[in-house]
T-cell receptor, first 116, second 111 residues
Framework: GAVVSQHPSWVICKSGTSVKIECRSLDFQATTMFWYRQFPKQSLMLMAT?????????EQGVEKDKFLINHASLTLSTLTVTSAHPEDSSFYICSAPLSRRYNEQFFGPGTRLTVL | DAKTTQPTSMDCAEGRAANLPCNHSTISGNEYVYWYRQIHSQGPQYIIH???NNETNEMASLIITEDRKSSTLILPHATLRDTAVYYCIVRGAGGYQKVTFGIGTKLQVIP
């Protein structure tokens, strides 16, 4: 089956630093990827849609200058949390649709971000 | 996307069938019913989807009512590894549709 990976699986950083999270589709190409955020005991919340070769589309209330998304290739999207603060601590998950499987979404394993 | 309503939590004895209900009374004709689950601290996992006919795969069965306003996900023989949050989602299948998650049902499989 299709596999989506994320790196790193967890990261701890100091307040004010930037953190980059990678999302890769391992055995298929994805012109579109999605980024979600999940706080403890809450559901996943869509942050943005990442589009290869063009600007990302952000959901209402998500700061595009704080959460930088770059979809540089058909298998890689990155999310950079700039000037991270403790309230950015969360579980970040990406997904990619597989066109040969009815555009079924395959999710990455998630990245746990803790900002001290 | 149509909204869905699920019970917040359910328990199921190990080895028994787990039946998870979902109401989607505002579903439109071209929207599919999808089920995902999320085991603690992992990314969501696709389980099954259907339009109007009942569906079965190696993981589960999906029963959709004739009026399509509700559905039931059936895990035929629940194991402890099936303990997870189960999300019922209604959306179109065409294009790169984003998935909007609700609160889901927390299924606890009890030994």
């Amino acid at each position: 089956g299709a596999v989506v990976s994320q790196h790193p699986s967890w990261v701890i950083c100091k307040s004010g630093t930037s953190v980059k999270i990678e999302c890769r589709s391992l055995d298929f190409q994805a012109t579109t990827m999605f980024w979600y955020r999940q706080f403890p005991k809450q559901s996943l919340m869509l942050m943005a849609t990442s589009n290869e070769g063009s600007k990302a589309t952000y959901e209402q209330g998500v700061e595009k200058d704080k959460f930088l998304i770059n979809h540089a290739s058909l298998t890689l999207s990155t999310l950079t949390v700039t000037s991270a603060h403790p309230e950015d601590s969360s579980f970040y998950i990406c997904s990619a649709p597989l066109s040969r499987r009815y555009n079924e979404q395959f999710f990455g394993p998630g990245t746990r971000l803790t900002v001290l | 996307d149509a909204k869905t309503t699920q019970p917040t939590s359910m328990d199921c004895a190990e080895g028994r069938a787990a039946n998870l209900p979902c109401n989607h009374s505002t579903i439109s004709g071209n929207e599919y019913v999808y089920w995902y689950r999320q085991i603690h601290s992992q990314g969501p996992q696709y389980i099954i989807h259907g339009l109007k006919n009942n569906e079965t795969n190696e993981m589960a069965s999906l029963i959709i009512t004739e009026d399509r306003k509700s559905s039931t996900l059936i895990l035929p023989h629940a194991t402890l590894r099936d303990t997870a949050v189960y999300y019922c989602i209604v959306r179109g299948a065409g294009g790169y549709q984003k998935v909007t998650f609700g609160i889901g049902t927390k299924l606890q499989v009890i030994p």
